[in-house]
């Protein structure tokens, strides 16, 4: 019979749709992974209320588990997600793969605050600049380096 | 008016705030001043409709009538819908969605920290993930009114007709009932007579900034709240239901 580790290990197979990099285990979308009586029990939680990606997740983690063991995938909302919770391995894939992962610094006030200081991930320069609050999908922004002038995603920080 | 009652008609408020203003700022989709902005109106439109998704599905299942989120969203008629006549206002020019969008996340950005705090415990999970992605609207929406306001005169005198358009919708963000007061009782609900001073001055705030004047105008027009729409949510409503309409229970 299958374990709870055993479980989280092939999680780690379940990559997000829109950031194929990272898995749902590295994001940290998987809050809970429950065992009983053969029945496994898997919460999830969206990272943007409106995460079109949520139900591909859903279904990448019934596939998986099929034949292995019977599943219910539940989501929930609180404690609401935050990139905290993206681990150490899931900031360092983000690097490589061109994407600045976020930034540990909250953004202290909402208005009026300069924009994060975004190292750029391809030269490692701090001399970038934010093109936009909002990115290719819900969770980039759109920034830019000034010495290299490569255009480049940011992750950015959700508290 | 049971409790269960005044609970569906006070989420209905917020997910129709969400809904509606979700498919207006989307109908930017295509037509953003320059791409970023393009991309910042569908993000932005995204994150209001997955709030209504979640909302619309508490409402439902308060209900309790068999509904589903979908059911709620495409299937009511415009007299059923709560949201305030400010989200239902046309896009107009950039500078009019902009002034729209601004009056509204200083609402809910008070609105969201207050429920994140109610005794209900699936408005206050489904508020704390809300005020996240609102925060960001704020700051958008408020950077576009200073540096609209602070800009050309043109841009200026523009962004300024747009805020003296719309305050006179601004008031109704804060209307109260007897629902409330139901819901104020057992701490559910938010008390909305206490943010309007917050609301005015984090405006005022903004609007100083951006060298524009706050309207002087005291004529406020209310009705969303009671299902009394302007003509412009009825076209909005053609649109946003059309597919449910013509092939009744369709589905992606
Ligand atoms: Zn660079």
Not at chain 1, 122 to 149: D, I, P, R, W
Request: glycine fraction near 6%; charge should be negative; hydrophobic fraction near 40%.
């Amino acid at each position: 019979m299958v374990t709870k580790n055993e479980i989280w290990q092939l999680l780690e197979q379940v990559s997000d749709p829109e950031i194929p990099v990272l898995t749902i285990v590295d994001l940290g979308i998987v809050r809970e992974v429950e065992l009983e009586d053969n029945h496994c029990t898997i919460t999830i939680t969206p990272t943007y209320s409106g995460c079109p990606a949520m139900q591909v997740i859903e279904k990448g983690i019934e596939e998986l588990l099929e034949g292995i063991i019977s599943v219910t995938v539940k989501s929930t909302l609180s404690p609401a997600w935050t990139t905290d919770w993206l681990s150490e391995n899931g900031r360092n894939k983000l690097r490589e793969y061109g994407i600045a992962p976020p930034e540990h610094e909250v953004d202290k006030s909402v208005l009026f605050a300069a924009p994060t200081v975004v190292p750029c991930p391809l030269c490692k320069s701090s001399n970038t600049k934010m093109v936009s609050q909002f990115g290719s999908t819900a969770c980039k922004a759109h920034y830019q380096c000034n010495e290299c002038m490569e255009p480049f995603d940011y992750f950015k920080c959700l508290k | 008016m049971n409790r269960e009652q005044a609970l569906f008609e006070y989420t209905l408020r917020i997910a129709d705030d969400s809904l509606i203003l979700g498919h207006r700022v989307s109908e930017w989709c295509g037509h953003g001043p320059i791409l970023e902005e393009d991309i910042a109106m569908t993000n932005i439109a995204l994150d209001l409709v997955g709030q209504a998704t979640n909302f619309l599905e508490y409402a439902a299942k308060v209900d309790g009538k068999g509904k589903t989120a979908d059911d709620l969203a495409f299937l009511r008629y415009d007299r059923d819908y709560r949201n305030a006549l400010l989200v239902e206002q046309k896009n107009g020019h950039f500078g009019d969605t902009m002034a729209r969008q601004f009056f509204f996340d200083v609402f809910r950005k008070l609105f969201f920290e207050g429920l994140t705090k109610s005794t209900d415990e699936t408005l206050a999970a489904i508020a704390e993930k809300s005020l996240k992605e609102t925060k960001y609207h704020l700051k958008h929406s408020s950077e576009w009114v200073i540096r609209l306001g602070d800009g050309t005169e043109e841009s200026h005198q523009k962004i300024q007709e747009s805020i003296n358009n719309l305050w006179r919708f601004t008031e109704e963000l804060f209307f109260s009932n007897d629902v409330d007061t139901m819901l104020l009782e057992s701490g559910i609900a938010v008390d909305l007579n206490a943010l309007y001073p917050l609301w005015k001055s984090q405006v005022a705030h903004v609007l100083a900034e951006a060298t524009l004047e706050i309207p002087s105008g005291t004529f406020q027009q209310k009705g969303g709240r009671t299902g009394f729409h302007s003509e412009h949510l009825g076209y909005l409503l053609a649109e946003m239901q059309y597919m449910q309409r013509a092939y009744p229970g369709m589905e992606w």
